[in-house]
Protein backbone atom coordinates (compact mmCIF):
# COMPACT_ATOMS: atom_id res chain seq x y z
CA UNK A 1 0.00 0.00 0.00
CA UNK A 2 1.12 3.54 -1.17
CA UNK A 3 1.73 5.51 1.86
CA UNK A 4 -0.07 9.37 2.00
CA UNK A 5 2.65 11.56 1.55
CA UNK A 6 2.85 15.58 2.39
CA UNK A 7 4.51 18.73 2.20
CA UNK A 8 6.44 20.00 5.09
CA UNK A 9 6.94 23.58 4.73
CA UNK A 10 10.97 25.16 4.66
CA UNK A 11 12.09 26.92 7.49
CA UNK A 12 14.75 28.38 9.20
CA UNK A 13 16.63 25.85 12.18
CA UNK A 14 18.19 27.48 14.84
CA UNK A 15 22.02 26.02 15.53
CA UNK A 16 22.13 24.87 19.09
CA UNK A 17 25.57 23.82 19.46
CA UNK A 18 28.76 23.82 16.80
CA UNK A 19 30.78 21.55 18.02
CA UNK A 20 33.65 18.59 17.07
CA UNK A 21 31.16 15.55 17.25
CA UNK A 22 27.91 14.64 18.42
CA UNK A 23 26.62 11.26 19.87
CA UNK A 24 23.29 10.44 19.15
CA UNK A 25 21.91 7.60 21.94
CA UNK A 26 23.33 7.91 25.65
CA UNK A 27 23.48 4.23 25.91
CA UNK A 28 25.94 2.02 26.66
CA UNK A 29 28.52 2.96 23.27
CA UNK A 30 27.55 6.71 23.38
CA UNK A 31 27.92 7.27 27.14
CA UNK A 32 31.11 5.86 26.53
CA UNK A 33 32.03 7.78 23.75
CA UNK A 34 30.99 11.10 24.49
CA UNK A 35 33.19 10.64 27.26
CA UNK A 36 36.05 9.40 26.05
CA UNK A 37 35.75 12.24 23.18
CA UNK A 38 35.62 14.91 25.72
CA UNK A 39 38.46 13.45 27.55
CA UNK A 40 40.77 13.71 24.78
CA UNK A 41 39.77 17.78 24.48
CA UNK A 42 36.99 17.08 21.64
CA UNK A 43 33.42 19.68 22.33
CA UNK A 44 30.94 17.03 22.66
CA UNK A 45 27.15 16.97 22.83
CA UNK A 46 25.16 13.82 23.54
CA UNK A 47 21.54 13.48 21.97
CA UNK A 48 19.73 10.85 24.67
CA UNK A 49 15.80 10.52 24.25
CA UNK A 50 15.00 9.07 27.93
CA UNK A 51 15.77 11.52 30.92
CA UNK A 52 18.83 9.19 32.18
CA UNK A 53 22.01 7.61 30.55
CA UNK A 54 23.42 4.44 30.11
CA UNK A 55 20.48 2.87 28.06
CA UNK A 56 20.71 -1.00 28.71
CA UNK A 57 22.79 -0.69 31.81
CA UNK A 58 20.85 1.63 33.89
CA UNK A 59 17.10 0.80 32.24
CA UNK A 60 16.93 -2.51 31.20
CA UNK A 61 19.46 -5.39 32.62
CA UNK A 62 21.46 -6.37 35.46
CA UNK A 63 23.96 -8.19 34.19
CA UNK A 64 27.69 -7.99 31.82
CA UNK A 65 29.71 -10.35 31.08
CA UNK A 66 33.33 -9.75 28.26
CA UNK A 67 34.79 -7.04 30.78
CA UNK A 68 38.13 -9.59 31.56
CA UNK A 69 39.97 -8.65 28.01
CA UNK A 70 38.99 -4.95 27.85
CA UNK A 71 40.97 -2.17 29.75
CA UNK A 72 40.29 1.91 28.74
CA UNK A 73 36.61 2.74 29.97
CA UNK A 74 35.01 -0.68 30.20
CA UNK A 75 37.50 -1.47 33.06
CA UNK A 76 37.21 1.70 34.42
CA UNK A 77 33.07 1.21 34.80
CA UNK A 78 33.86 -2.63 35.90
CA UNK A 79 36.70 -1.49 38.39
CA UNK A 80 34.23 1.38 39.65
CA UNK A 81 31.27 -1.01 40.52
CA UNK A 82 33.51 -3.13 42.35
CA UNK A 83 35.28 -0.91 44.31
CA UNK A 84 32.12 0.58 45.83
CA UNK A 85 30.08 -2.60 45.95
CA UNK A 86 27.55 -2.04 43.36
CA UNK A 87 28.41 -5.37 41.79
CA UNK A 88 28.28 -9.09 42.71
CA UNK A 89 29.31 -11.20 39.94
CA UNK A 90 27.70 -11.36 37.17
CA UNK A 91 25.54 -8.69 38.32
CA UNK A 92 25.09 -5.22 39.52
CA UNK A 93 22.42 -2.78 40.88
CA UNK A 94 21.89 -0.58 37.78
CA UNK A 95 20.48 2.29 39.68
CA UNK A 96 23.78 3.05 41.65
CA UNK A 97 25.07 3.31 37.92
CA UNK A 98 23.55 6.32 37.42
CA UNK A 99 24.94 8.84 39.64
CA UNK A 100 28.28 7.46 38.89
CA UNK A 101 28.07 7.91 34.54
CA UNK A 102 26.31 11.14 35.98
CA UNK A 103 29.54 12.27 37.18
CA UNK A 104 31.56 11.41 34.43
CA UNK A 105 29.69 13.12 32.08
CA UNK A 106 29.79 16.45 33.82
CA UNK A 107 33.42 15.45 34.87
CA UNK A 108 34.04 15.28 30.99
CA UNK A 109 31.90 18.55 30.16
CA UNK A 110 30.12 16.50 27.83
CA UNK A 111 26.75 18.95 27.09
CA UNK A 112 23.71 16.45 27.34
CA UNK A 113 20.98 16.75 25.89
CA UNK A 114 18.14 15.10 27.51
CA UNK A 115 14.55 13.93 25.94
CA UNK A 116 15.53 14.90 23.08
CA UNK A 117 15.75 13.03 19.74
CA UNK A 118 18.25 12.79 16.63
CA UNK A 119 15.38 12.99 14.09
CA UNK A 120 17.60 13.37 10.74
CA UNK A 121 21.28 14.14 9.52
CA UNK A 122 22.69 17.23 8.17
CA UNK A 123 24.14 16.34 5.27
CA UNK A 124 25.91 17.49 1.97
CA UNK A 125 28.08 15.07 -0.42
CA UNK A 126 27.57 12.34 1.79
CA UNK A 127 29.62 14.11 4.09
CA UNK A 128 27.46 14.72 7.62
CA UNK A 129 27.62 17.54 8.56
CA UNK A 130 25.38 17.19 12.44
CA UNK A 131 22.22 16.30 13.20
CA UNK A 132 18.88 18.26 13.29
CA UNK A 133 16.95 17.51 16.99
CA UNK A 134 13.43 17.48 18.42
CA UNK A 135 13.17 18.45 21.86
CA UNK A 136 11.62 20.66 24.41
CA UNK A 137 13.14 23.55 22.83
CA UNK A 138 11.54 22.70 19.25
CA UNK A 139 13.47 21.62 16.01
CA UNK A 140 17.07 22.59 16.30
CA UNK A 141 20.62 21.74 14.58
CA UNK A 142 23.92 20.26 15.84
CA UNK A 143 26.60 21.21 13.92
CA UNK A 144 29.48 18.96 13.97
CA UNK A 145 32.28 17.49 12.46
CA UNK A 146 32.08 13.91 13.52
CA UNK A 147 28.71 12.12 14.20
CA UNK A 148 28.89 8.91 16.17
CA UNK A 149 25.36 6.97 15.75
CA UNK A 150 24.38 4.84 19.01
CA UNK A 151 20.98 5.28 18.56
CA UNK A 152 21.15 1.17 18.76
CA UNK A 153 18.90 1.37 15.41
CA UNK A 154 21.33 2.72 13.22
CA UNK A 155 18.76 5.73 12.68
CA UNK A 156 20.83 8.52 11.97
CA UNK A 157 23.07 5.87 9.30
CA UNK A 158 19.68 4.77 7.72
CA UNK A 159 18.50 8.54 7.43
CA UNK A 160 21.28 9.49 6.08
CA UNK A 161 20.98 6.52 3.38
CA UNK A 162 23.13 3.47 4.75
CA UNK A 163 21.81 0.51 3.88
CA UNK A 164 21.16 -1.83 6.31
CA UNK A 165 20.15 -5.62 6.57
CA UNK A 166 17.83 -6.75 9.53
CA UNK A 167 17.11 -10.03 11.48
CA UNK A 168 17.63 -13.73 10.16
CA UNK A 169 18.18 -14.59 6.94
CA UNK A 170 15.25 -15.67 5.19
CA UNK A 171 12.75 -13.69 6.90
CA UNK A 172 14.35 -10.75 8.83
CA UNK A 173 13.02 -12.19 12.31
CA UNK A 174 14.59 -10.47 15.00
CA UNK A 175 15.12 -11.69 18.10
CA UNK A 176 12.72 -10.93 21.16
CA UNK A 177 11.72 -7.51 22.70
CA UNK A 178 11.95 -7.85 26.19
CA UNK A 179 10.68 -5.49 29.48
CA UNK A 180 12.31 -4.88 32.69
CA UNK A 181 9.92 -4.57 35.50
CA UNK A 182 10.27 -4.19 39.34
CA UNK A 183 8.86 -6.35 41.46
CA UNK A 184 8.73 -4.88 45.25
CA UNK A 185 8.89 -6.69 49.02
CA UNK A 186 9.97 -9.63 47.13
CA UNK A 187 11.43 -12.43 49.77
CA UNK A 188 12.42 -16.12 48.49
CA UNK A 189 15.93 -14.84 47.60
CA UNK A 190 17.81 -16.46 44.82
CA UNK A 191 16.10 -19.18 42.60
CA UNK A 192 17.72 -21.42 39.91
CA UNK A 193 16.10 -21.25 36.54
CA UNK A 194 14.84 -25.16 36.97
CA UNK A 195 13.82 -24.53 40.44
CA UNK A 196 11.14 -21.42 39.25
CA UNK A 197 10.50 -23.82 36.30
CA UNK A 198 8.86 -26.29 38.78
CA UNK A 199 7.40 -23.14 40.55
CA UNK A 200 5.80 -22.08 37.85
CA UNK A 201 4.32 -25.64 36.53
CA UNK A 202 2.99 -25.80 40.10
CA UNK A 203 1.36 -22.07 39.73
CA UNK A 204 -0.01 -23.25 36.79
CA UNK A 205 -1.88 -26.38 37.65
CA UNK A 206 -3.14 -24.50 40.83
CA UNK A 207 -4.35 -21.91 38.94
CA UNK A 208 -6.14 -23.98 36.40
CA UNK A 209 -5.54 -22.00 33.82
CA UNK A 210 -3.47 -22.04 30.72
CA UNK A 211 -0.29 -19.81 30.81
CA UNK A 212 2.36 -19.81 27.95
CA UNK A 213 5.84 -18.33 29.72
CA UNK A 214 7.86 -15.93 27.10
CA UNK A 215 11.00 -16.59 28.73
CA UNK A 216 11.84 -20.05 30.61
CA UNK A 217 15.39 -19.36 31.60
CA UNK A 218 14.53 -16.35 34.36
CA UNK A 219 16.21 -17.20 37.78
CA UNK A 220 15.09 -14.67 40.55
CA UNK A 221 17.35 -12.90 42.89
CA UNK A 222 17.47 -9.78 44.33
CA UNK A 223 18.85 -6.89 43.12
CA UNK A 224 22.39 -6.36 44.44
CA UNK A 225 22.56 -4.02 47.89
CA UNK A 226 18.55 -4.80 47.92
CA UNK A 227 16.43 -7.04 50.12
CA UNK A 228 13.38 -7.50 49.02
CA UNK A 229 13.47 -5.79 45.14
CA UNK A 230 13.02 -7.97 42.40
CA UNK A 231 14.10 -7.01 38.68
CA UNK A 232 12.83 -9.74 35.93
CA UNK A 233 12.66 -9.31 32.32
CA UNK A 234 10.22 -12.14 31.88
CA UNK A 235 7.96 -10.33 29.03
CA UNK A 236 9.27 -11.41 25.66
CA UNK A 237 7.65 -9.91 22.75
CA UNK A 238 8.42 -11.85 18.81
CA UNK A 239 7.21 -10.74 15.75
CA UNK A 240 7.29 -7.14 16.02
CA UNK A 241 9.75 -4.64 14.19
CA UNK A 242 11.45 -2.23 16.60
CA UNK A 243 12.05 0.19 14.26
CA UNK A 244 8.41 0.03 13.15
CA UNK A 245 6.96 2.79 16.06
CA UNK A 246 3.55 1.31 15.75
CA UNK A 247 4.92 -2.32 15.70
CA UNK A 248 7.14 -1.31 18.75
CA UNK A 249 4.30 0.11 20.84
CA UNK A 250 2.00 -2.86 20.44
CA UNK A 251 5.25 -4.72 21.59
CA UNK A 252 5.17 -2.57 25.05
CA UNK A 253 1.76 -3.27 25.29
CA UNK A 254 1.84 -7.16 25.33
CA UNK A 255 4.73 -7.34 27.80
CA UNK A 256 3.07 -5.05 30.20
CA UNK A 257 -0.14 -7.65 29.61
CA UNK A 258 2.64 -10.44 30.12
CA UNK A 259 3.90 -8.94 33.05
CA UNK A 260 0.75 -8.19 34.93
CA UNK A 261 -0.53 -12.17 33.70
CA UNK A 262 2.92 -13.39 35.24
CA UNK A 263 2.44 -11.37 38.89
CA UNK A 264 -1.32 -12.56 39.31
CA UNK A 265 -0.20 -15.80 38.40
CA UNK A 266 2.78 -16.54 41.17
CA UNK A 267 1.31 -13.84 43.86
CA UNK A 268 -2.23 -16.05 44.02
CA UNK A 269 -0.70 -19.52 43.09
CA UNK A 270 2.65 -19.86 44.93
CA UNK A 271 4.35 -19.79 48.50
CA UNK A 272 8.09 -17.69 47.45
CA UNK A 273 5.86 -15.00 45.65
CA UNK A 274 2.60 -14.47 47.63
CA UNK A 275 3.82 -11.41 49.46
CA UNK A 276 4.83 -9.44 45.95
CA UNK A 277 4.16 -5.87 44.69
CA UNK A 278 3.40 -4.78 41.55
CA UNK A 279 6.06 -2.53 40.82
CA UNK A 280 7.13 0.34 37.47
CA UNK A 281 8.44 -0.73 34.32
CA UNK A 282 11.58 -0.02 32.82
CA UNK A 283 11.56 3.89 30.99
CA UNK A 284 12.92 1.76 27.32
CA UNK A 285 12.20 -1.75 26.29
CA UNK A 286 15.12 -3.88 26.16
CA UNK A 287 15.93 -4.38 22.00
CA UNK A 288 18.04 -6.70 21.68
CA UNK A 289 18.34 -6.55 17.42
CA UNK A 290 17.48 -4.17 14.56
CA UNK A 291 19.52 -2.68 11.94
CA UNK A 292 22.81 -3.88 11.08
CA UNK A 293 24.38 -1.20 8.99
CA UNK A 294 26.72 -2.11 5.82
CA UNK A 295 29.67 -0.79 6.74
CA UNK A 296 33.12 -0.84 5.34
CA UNK A 297 33.79 -4.32 7.23
CA UNK A 298 31.28 -6.76 8.00
CA UNK A 299 31.57 -9.46 11.01
CA UNK A 300 30.37 -12.87 10.70
CA UNK A 301 29.21 -15.90 12.01
CA UNK A 302 32.45 -17.61 10.24
CA UNK A 303 34.86 -14.91 11.96
CA UNK A 304 33.36 -15.71 15.23
CA UNK A 305 33.86 -19.45 14.83
CA UNK A 306 37.50 -18.93 13.26
CA UNK A 307 38.73 -16.50 15.81
CA UNK A 308 39.36 -14.07 13.52
CA UNK A 309 42.08 -11.14 13.82
CA UNK A 310 41.79 -8.12 11.45
CA UNK A 311 44.38 -5.69 10.45
CA UNK A 312 42.43 -2.89 11.81
CA UNK A 313 41.20 -5.19 14.93
CA UNK A 314 40.21 -2.92 17.73
CA UNK A 315 39.66 -5.53 20.78
CA UNK A 316 38.46 -9.11 21.39
CA UNK A 317 34.82 -10.37 22.07
CA UNK A 318 35.17 -13.41 23.66
CA UNK A 319 30.84 -13.56 24.04
CA UNK A 320 29.47 -16.53 22.52
CA UNK A 321 26.38 -16.04 20.20
CA UNK A 322 23.45 -15.87 22.04
CA UNK A 323 19.98 -15.49 19.98
CA UNK A 324 17.01 -15.12 22.02
CA UNK A 325 13.46 -16.56 20.55
CA UNK A 326 12.49 -14.89 17.24
CA UNK A 327 9.16 -17.18 17.35
CA UNK A 328 7.00 -18.72 19.67
CA UNK A 329 8.01 -21.77 18.58
CA UNK A 330 11.95 -21.65 19.72
CA UNK A 331 13.16 -22.52 22.55
CA UNK A 332 13.48 -19.26 25.08
CA UNK A 333 17.63 -18.94 23.95
CA UNK A 334 19.49 -20.52 22.00
CA UNK A 335 23.25 -20.04 22.61
CA UNK A 336 26.88 -21.30 20.67
CA UNK A 337 30.41 -21.24 21.60
CA UNK A 338 32.32 -19.26 19.36
CA UNK A 339 36.22 -18.57 19.52
CA UNK A 340 37.74 -15.14 20.95
CA UNK A 341 37.98 -12.99 17.71
CA UNK A 342 38.14 -9.02 16.91
CA UNK A 343 36.10 -5.99 16.25
CA UNK A 344 37.35 -4.19 13.49
CA UNK A 345 37.46 -0.67 12.74
CA UNK A 346 36.00 -0.94 9.18
CA UNK A 347 32.89 -2.05 10.94
CA UNK A 348 32.18 1.50 12.63
CA UNK A 349 32.28 3.29 9.14
CA UNK A 350 29.01 2.96 7.45
CA UNK A 351 30.13 2.33 3.43
CA UNK A 352 29.39 5.58 0.85
CA UNK A 353 29.11 8.03 4.26
CA UNK A 354 31.21 10.31 5.44
CA UNK A 355 31.83 11.84 8.86
CA UNK A 356 30.09 9.11 10.87
CA UNK A 357 30.35 6.12 13.16
CA UNK A 358 28.72 3.53 13.78
CA UNK A 359 28.79 1.86 17.41
CA UNK A 360 26.95 -0.72 19.52
CA UNK A 361 24.71 -3.62 18.18
CA UNK A 362 24.03 -1.74 14.61
CA UNK A 363 27.67 -1.75 13.59
CA UNK A 364 28.75 -4.18 10.44
CA UNK A 365 27.81 -7.53 11.35
CA UNK A 366 25.32 -10.59 10.18
CA UNK A 367 22.94 -11.92 12.03
CA UNK A 368 24.66 -14.54 14.61
CA UNK A 369 27.77 -12.26 15.09
CA UNK A 370 25.66 -9.34 16.36
CA UNK A 371 24.01 -11.94 18.91
CA UNK A 372 27.40 -12.15 20.49
CA UNK A 373 28.80 -8.60 20.34
CA UNK A 374 26.05 -6.67 21.08
CA UNK A 375 26.79 -6.89 24.77
CA UNK A 376 27.46 -4.05 27.55
CA UNK A 377 31.29 -4.59 27.50
CA UNK A 378 32.08 -5.03 23.50
CA UNK A 379 29.50 -2.01 23.52
CA UNK A 380 31.88 0.19 25.43
CA UNK A 381 34.77 -0.96 24.25
CA UNK A 382 33.18 0.30 20.63
CA UNK A 383 32.42 3.91 22.00
CA UNK A 384 36.23 4.17 23.10
CA UNK A 385 37.54 3.97 19.78
CA UNK A 386 35.12 6.09 17.79
CA UNK A 387 36.12 8.41 20.54
CA UNK A 388 39.76 8.28 19.57
CA UNK A 389 38.84 7.75 16.07
CA UNK A 390 36.74 10.96 15.98
CA UNK A 391 39.90 12.73 18.11
CA UNK A 392 42.18 12.07 15.22
CA UNK A 393 39.76 13.02 12.58
CA UNK A 394 39.24 16.19 14.20
CA UNK A 395 43.06 17.12 15.06
CA UNK A 396 44.21 15.80 11.49
CA UNK A 397 41.61 17.62 9.79
CA UNK A 398 41.10 14.33 7.57
CA UNK A 399 38.47 11.97 6.98
CA UNK A 400 37.80 8.96 9.38
CA UNK A 401 38.82 6.47 6.54
CA UNK A 402 42.11 8.46 6.38
CA UNK A 403 43.39 8.78 9.99
CA UNK A 404 46.50 6.44 10.91
CA UNK A 405 44.50 3.03 11.83
CA UNK A 406 47.81 1.27 13.50
CA UNK A 407 47.86 4.29 15.76
CA UNK A 408 44.53 3.80 16.83
CA UNK A 409 44.60 0.12 16.84
CA UNK A 410 47.94 0.61 19.11
CA UNK A 411 46.12 3.32 21.18
CA UNK A 412 43.48 0.76 22.31
CA UNK A 413 46.04 -1.96 22.82
CA UNK A 414 48.11 1.01 24.79
CA UNK A 415 44.84 1.30 26.85
CA UNK A 416 44.59 -2.58 27.66
CA UNK A 417 42.25 -4.26 25.43
CA UNK A 418 43.38 -7.51 24.47
CA UNK A 419 43.79 -8.79 20.62
CA UNK A 420 44.08 -12.48 19.88
CA UNK A 421 43.18 -14.92 17.35
CA UNK A 422 44.45 -15.71 13.65
CA UNK A 423 45.23 -13.16 11.12
CA UNK A 424 42.79 -11.74 8.67
CA UNK A 425 43.57 -8.69 6.49
Known amino acids: MKRLRISEPARKIPVMADVDAVVCGGGTAGVAAAICAAREGLSVVLIEKSSIPGGMVTHVTQWFSDFANKGGFPKEFITHLRNKGIDAKPYYNPWLVLPYLDSLLKDA ?128 ATGYDPTDAAQLSDALIEMRRQAYELYDLLKNNSEEFKDIEFGPFSAIPGVRESRRIICDRMVTKKDLLSGAKFVDGLFTVTQGIDIHRRDRKEPAIMCEKIQPYEIPYGALLPKGLENILVVGRCIGGDHEAMASYRIIGDCMAMGEAAALAAKSAVTGKCSLRKISVSKLVSEMSARGYERQGKCKN
Open 109 to 236: DVRVIYLADAVAPIIKDKKLQGVIIESKSGRTAIRAKIVIDATGDGDIADRAGARFKQGRAGDGAVQAISLSQILMNYTAGHISHDKMNEIFVAAVKKSGRKYWQPYSRWHPFPVVGTTNTLIHTVPH
